[in-house]
């Protein structure tokens, strides 16, 4: 479906772009994708700024013993979440089916022949036989080679995302995987890919969040029925500096710190609020226990209509994450007018 073809569409979605709740008569905890398969609207999210393994290992027990039933598994740490789950699942503390494993192919497994061996090779080191939901984690390839001081360099490839896509509908015809999707992926690639496919995309996931709502893809992919997932919903706070000419973090923002003494709860329980009352998955990264139990419990209550137009209102600012090492390749995705503000 082209972006023009979906004015039809935009009025029974725009409410939920501006911030309006779809749902006010209950409080859902998961949302069901296009193919039935439900996927906890809280997940904990291991990427983002750099932890070491053994505060993965701590987050992934913590939140697992808080009743967390989402983990989405950045790079590198597939083998310490392996080792939890198995753990937990041999103690019968778990079933593999309470929990929803949210797994990424890297860039540099790009290629319709390439991606089972990735998946494959993840799943060995998690120690399952599926994950819930796979990911193309960027559209831009590339090939890691030897450099000739010994260290890893990367040269970008071109890979189509297309060719990308079937390998991807292979596993999950193999069962390899619930679920499949894309992630920091542009509108006109979303559109590229939903086209062509056979198995249509279950779920994207990118950077959204107050001050970077991405408004545009919202309305895309939910007159798709694309799920969306939120990565860095908070607007990663936890970095040295905001990345806006504001100087500020959303958990910052002034209504944001109204809000939350209106309704007795955190900012940051806000900002998630925001998100999963509009239907959108959230997974924010914390190592912090009192952090992780506020991020569960912000499902516990609803903002208003009027509060949530009223945030939907606020001027976007700047992405965090614009992966500036990735901007030659022919398939780099941010090409919008915010990459005046280049941070990282």
């Known amino acids: 479906m082209a972006l023009e073809k979906c004015s039809a569409v935009i009025a029974w979605v725009c409410s939920s772009a501006e911030g309006a709740s779809p749902r006010r008569d209950f409080i859902p905890t998961s949302i069901r994708m296009g193919n039935q398969v439900e996927m906890p609207f809280i997940g904990l999210g291991t990427g983002g700024i750099p932890s070491s393994e053994q505060k993965i290992e701590d987050a992934v027990r913590t939140a697992l013993d808080l009743g967390y039933t989402h983990i989405d598994v950045s790079a590198g740490s597939h083998a310490v979440v392996g080792k939890v789950l198995k753990e937990y699942f041999e103690t019968g503390k778990l079933t593999r089916k309470d929990v929803f494993i949210t797994s990424k192919l890297p860039c540099s497994s790009h290629g319709t022949d390439s ?31 030897a450099a000739s001081n010994d260290l890893l360099a990367t040269e970008a490839v071109y890979a189509s995302i297309t060719d990308t896509w079937k390998g991807m509908e292979k596993v999950y015809n193999l069962k390899l995987t619930r679920a499949i999707g894309v992630s920091n992926f542009n509108v006109e690639q979303i559109q590229r890919i939903y086209s062509s496919a056979n198995v249509k995309p279950h779920n994207l996931q990118i950077e959204l969040h107050l001050h970077w709502p991405q408004k545009e893809m919202v309305v895309l992919c939910q007159s798709l029925n694309v799920s969306l997932t939120a990565f860095a919903p908070l607007g990663s706070p936890g970095r040295s500096q905001p990345f806006n000419e504001n100087k500020t973090f959303p958990i910052e923002d002034p209504l944001v710190l109204q809000l939350a003494e209106k309704y007795k709860k955190t900012p940051a329980q806000i900002l998630l609020r925001q998100l999963t009352q509009r239907d959108i998955v959230v997974i924010p990264k914390s190592t912090n226990a009192k952090h992780l139990q506020e991020n569960l419990e912000s499902l516990e209550f609803v903002i208003s209509d009027e509060d949530m137009k009223a945030m939907g209102k606020i001027k976007p600012r700047a992405r965090v994450y614009h992966y500036v090492h990735r901007k030659k390749h022919p398939e780099y995705p941010f090409c919008e007018l915010d990459d005046e503000y280049v941070w990282v």
Do not use: A
């Not at 061996?117 to 080679?145: A, E």
């Open 115 to 145: 991606v089972e061996n990735s998946l494959r090779t993840q799943l060995k080191h998690l120690q399952l036989s599926y994950v819930d939901m796979f990911l193309i984690n960027t559209p831009c390839g590339f090939r890691i080679r």
